[in-house]
């Protein structure tokens, strides 16, 4: 009594979806943000936009300037 095993099919293979872009920006180790501020009224999590002297909350459109130094 040959009993073959079936093959198993029906298998995708995994694959890894980059993540976000948004963050691709910004260089986290461990808790720490390195670079890119968040937004003070927003907290972490919301980043910034530079904008020439002038960083943009995009979620809640605030608006600070930066200081010369
Ligand atoms: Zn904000």
Request: with cysteine; charged share 35%; net charge positive.
């Amino acid at each position: 009594m040959a009993e073959k095993k079936a093959g198993k099919t029906g298998k995708k293979k995994h694959k890894n979806k980059p993540t976000s872009k948004k963050y691709a920006k910004y260089k986290i180790e461990g808790n720490k943000i390195i670079r890119g501020k968040t937004c003070p009224r927003c907290g972490a999590g919301i980043f910034l936009m530079e904008a020439n002297n002038r960083l943009y909350c995009g979620n809640c459109h605030y608006t600070s300037f930066e200081k010369k130094q």
